[in-house]
């Protein structure tokens, strides 16, 4: 599947500003991102604090690979908040490319990139090993069919290191919401854990290529140690949430 390059073929977002924010869309009544302006590298949308979730249960990734880039709120955190990362970023849409300075994405540097590519051939080609996939890929219809195949999320754990972690943001009334859920379980085999974000329909879907008693220890919510006291007081009851799921997992 070629990657689709030529500009023409992509929808351009516009950028919503009020007082206090910055916000990215497609359309006026879908959001894809938002920022706020006095804490620019803050998760302003709770799914988003709920996908940083994968430091429970690795707090230190030497290596992580991001499937969409939206507004950048995954991508500036991670960049700010773990230093010893490196961080690539796949987006295929070059006009969300254009307005990485819109929202303060910092610049391609030896630890940080974002390269204009299709995350489906990104997993599929790239011959680098990451310990955390992030995807979060949709676009102005939708989740594009070639992140939510079978053979994606295969590609997905052969990406991974070997105690690797996928984090996928899925929406709980998306017509194949169950299909797909049942992919990832194939394609991990049935090491995942979902977490629903009530409030916005979001499940983020954790996938781990080792079983997750492994990984984190019942009952135990500690603060990683890369997180300042603000950005875990904003995560924590997040991550709360997680924790209580995981227990409920467990026999």
């Known amino acids: 599947m070629p990657d689709k390059l030529d500009p ?3 929808v351009r977002p516009f950028v919503w500003d009020d007082v206090n924010t910055k916000s990215l869309h497609f359309s006026i009544s879908e959001l894809q991102s938002r920022m706020r302006l006095e804490k620019p590298d803050a998760l302003d949308v709770e799914y988003t604090r709920a996908m940083m979730g994968f430091l429970l ?10 499937i969409g880039l939206g507004g950048g709120s995954l991508a500036k955190f991670c960049h700010r908040h773990l230093p010893d990362a490196h961080i690539t970023v796949a987006e295929i849409n070059p006009h969300v490319i254009a307005l990485r300075d819109e929202f303060r994405v910092p610049s391609d540097d030896e630890r940080f990139r974002v390269l204009q590519a299709d995350g489906a ?6 011959s680098q090993r990451h310990d955390v996939l ?11 069919e070639s992140l939510a195949s079978q053979s994606f999320y295969d590609a997905c754990h052969q990406v991974l290191s070997p105690h690797g972690l996928l984090v996928v943001n899925l929406h709980i009334e998306h ?6 859920v049942g992919r990832i379980e194939r394609s991990f085999e049935a090491h995942v854990l979902r977490v629903h974000v009530k409030r916005e ?8 290529k080792t079983p997750f ?3 984190q220890r019942l009952g135990v919510l500690s603060q990683p140690q890369t997180l300042g006291q603000q950005a ?3 995560l924590r009851p997040t991550f709360a949430q997680i924790v209580t799921t995981l227990q409920e997992l467990q026999p």
Do not use: C, K, Q
């Not at 051939?121 to 790239?126: C, G, P, Q, W």
């Not at 017509?175 to 797909?180: F, H, S, T």
């Not at 329909?201 to 781990?208: D, E, K, Q, T």
């Open 8 to 10: 023409a073929e992509h």
């Open 201 to 208: 329909g979001n499940v983020i879907v954790f996938a781990s």
């Open 232 to 234: 875990w007081g904003e």
């Open 121 to 126: 051939n990104y997993v599929r080609d790239t």
């Open 175 to 180: 017509p194949d919401y169950a299909l797909l």
């Open 134 to 144: 992030l995807v979060d890929g949709y676009d102005y219809d939708g989740m594009p």
């Open 213 to 215: 008693s492994e990984r």
């Open 57 to 66: 249960f690795n707090a230190r990734p030497a290596s992580i690979a991001m």
